[in-house]
């Protein structure tokens, strides 16, 4: 059963008076545990298509349904909880919160998710461990390098067990080295925690990594390639 | 972890822009605190030094005396009276006075004069004026054909401790009313209107020169504070001994007091209200500032499943933690300029002889009190919570999307 399906989906943004069609009648679907990437050009659709998927925005027309819940059914605080609940994002950014340690990072999602101290501070230091910071778990973003910080993004995003990762051109920031040794991480959390990764990237390292590579122009899927 | 010390922490992510702005409040607290206090002592100040010194706190009258004076509106069993209100919780002292003009002539010259009646030993309990004898003594219970008066009046009429003075009036009964009496003090109370134009004679001698037949004019009554005045007037009101009488407080006694105590207080309000806009403004930046600078991250943070209004709550926290910092500090401070001014005073300048008017010295001294302390900073924390609340409320209208769009 996939655990994403997107159905016939279109998208439309409206810029003045240009209107512009970021997605057009898309349909794919993504197996548990796969390791995809969303690939194309920039202004081809991935990072709309990623967002619809993570549903921080909805399809003008389609469907898109995680985990069997269709989005367009659901309320923006429902849709917030299985956010919450199901999904992590790794951001081109990383997108720490800069006045919390690595830690109080990974931490924040334990704690929206209510998960008692104890077992949080416990979580919160394997992830940590697992993800290759051990000793930095107190320093705050700013005292991290790049690679690092992109951990505890990794670190928060599957500290709170998801069934799937959607990851924005998480490599883009970093040297190809670091990059390298990051998708290494999210691969290993793959394999062994069955985590479904969904990139969007024009990354050629994040395609080699990739199982299954799903290719968009202009809004459309042009090609869906797996590996094996 | 908890939201609390992530507000806390956001707080001094910008550390100058949160220092201005706990610095306002700060400021605007302590101006409130001591300005509050300040104002509140010198109303007190008024109109403890008025009713002391003319008025009392409360007074009973017959029907109409207040609005036209008469000599034929009196109290008629007034000793009655006296020993009833007296017994009254909250009445502190009271006592018995009749008045009425009359004509005084010294050697030379002759000016018409107001004449109270009093009861000295009583007076000494409910007037300022036994304190403000400037030459020669108060009247004693045991005198008779004595009076003390105004020193501004004695000079008019040329007369002095130990001279004789003739007064010549009307009874209450129409007859005509005329005694000698000898000056044995003279008092200055600042007041020149006042100083000018009263004289004091012993009740008794009142009764009988001015034929009152034991009738009076007012009961005067010094509450133990001041907020009594309209409880005891409700006490008095129904009693037997009271019927066809009127109770009047401080300020239908003096209206003109009350006016001018309001209409300082409205002065007060406006600048005190521009004060708190001013302080609102600044919270409004420094929060609509916060939103633009963050609104990437609250687009992270509900992407990655934080609700709209639990980043309200964080806004609101990070707003009341700031108020609360100088809403303590403010506090402090203005309690603390508040009781040097209290110890040391604050002198009127050119106000004094304005001041003088109400009996009120020329230096004012701040009263700190519960309303004092307390008004100005919970205006301030509402007004800056509902200030906080105004740029916290966009968040729940932003999508993360967009938000994560934003520089």
């Known amino acids: 059963m996939p655990i994403v399906e997107v159905k016939a989906v279109s998208k439309i943004y409206h810029q003045g008076k240009i209107i512009f069609k970021a997605l057009d009648n898309v349909s794919l679907s993504i197996g548990k545990g796969e390791f995809t990437a969303l690939a194309g050009p920039s202004g081809s659709g991935k990072t709309t298509l990623l967002n619809l998927i993570g549903g921080l925005d909805l399809p003008d027309s389609g469907k898109v349904i995680l985990e069997g819940h269709d989005y367009r059914k659901m309320s923006d605080g429902k849709r917030a909880d299985l956010r919450l609940e199901s999904i992590g994002f790794v951001f081109q950014s990383y997108n720490l919160i800069p006045v919390l340690t690595a830690a109080e990072n990974v931490e924040y999602i334990l704690r929206l998710q209510k998960v008692n101290k104890p077992e949080r501070l416990e979580r919160v230091r394997a992830i940590l461990d697992e993800v290759g910071l051990q000793g930095r778990h107190n320093s705050r973003p700013d005292e991290l390098s790049g690679g ?62 990739a199982e299954r590579i799903i290719s968009l122009h202009d809004g459309k899927v042009a090609d869906d390639q797996k590996k094996r | 972890m908890g939201d609390f010390l992530l507000a806390w922490r956001n707080i001094w992510r910008n550390t100058r822009r949160s220092v201005l702005t706990i610095l306002a409040i700060v400021f605007a607290t302590s101006l409130l605190v001591f300005m509050l206090s300040f104002q509140f002592g010198a109303y007190d100040d008024m109109i403890d030094s008025s009713v002391r010194l003319s008025t009392g706190h409360l007074q009973i009258q017959a029907q109409g005396y207040q609005d036209r004076p008469n000599i034929r509106k009196v109290i008629e069993n007034p000793n009655r009276l006296l020993a009833m209100v007296t017994r009254l919780a909250g009445v502190e002292d009271a006592s018995i006075r009749s008045e009425t003009f009359a004509l005084a002539a010294g050697p030379e010259r002759s000016r018409g004069i107001m004449i109270t ?202 707003s009341m933690a700031m108020t609360s910092i100088g809403l303590v500090t403010g506090t402090i401070l203005g309690i603390a300029v508040t009781l040097i001014f209290s110890h040391y005073g604050i002198s009127m300048g050119d106000s004094g002889e304005l001041m003088a008017q109400y009996g009120i010295a020329d230096r004012l001294y701040p009263h700190l009190s519960l309303a004092s302390v307390t008004i100005g900073p919970v205006i301030i924390a509402v007004v800056t919570f509902i200030t906080a609340l105004v740029p916290a409320m966009k968040i729940p209208r932003m999508r993360p999307v967009e938000a994560m769009r934003a520089c």
């Open chain 1, 148 to 209: 690092q910080q992109q951990r505890v993004a990794v670190a928060r995003a599957i500290v709170s067990n998801p069934s799937v990762v959607l990851a924005d051109e998480p490599t883009a920031n970093l040297d190809s080295k670091t990059g390298e040794k990051l998708l290494d991480l999210m691969k290993k959390m793959n394999e062994e925690r069955q985590v479904t990764f969904i990139f969007a990237t024009h990354d050629r390292m994040v395609m080699d990594f």
């Open chain 2, 117 to 318: 009646g009093v009861i000295p030993d009583n007076e000494t309990g409910i007037s300022s004026l036994p304190g403000q004898i400037k030459s020669g003594r108060y009247l004693l219970n045991e005198d008779s054909g004595v009076a003390v008066i105004g020193s501004l009046a004695a000079k008019r009429l040329q007369i002095d401790i130990g001279d004789e003075c003739t007064l010549l009036g009307q009874g209450r009964d129409g007859s005509v009313a005329a005694t000698i009496i000898r000056i044995v003090g003279l008092y200055r109370t600042g007041i020149d209107e006042f100083d000018r134009t009263t004289m004091q004679i012993p009740l008794s001698d009142f009764d009988s020169v001015f034929s009152m037949a034991g009738g009076a004019h007012r009961l005067v009554m010094i509450a133990d504070h001041l907020a009594d005045a309209g409880r005891i007037a409700t006490a008095v009101r129904p009693a037997p001994e009271a019927t066809g009488l009127a109770v009047l407080t401080w300020d239908q006694l003096s209206p003109g007091l009350k006016q001018s105590i309001k209409l300082d207080l409205v002065g007060g309000i406006i600048m005190y209200a521009i004060l708190v806009i001013v302080v609102a403004f600044s919270i409004l930046n420094t929060f609509f500032m916060a939103i633009f600078e963050r609104t990437r991250e609250f687009g992270v943070l509900m992407s990655i499943g934080t609700k709209p209004m639990r980043l309200v709550k964080l806004m609101l926290l990070e």
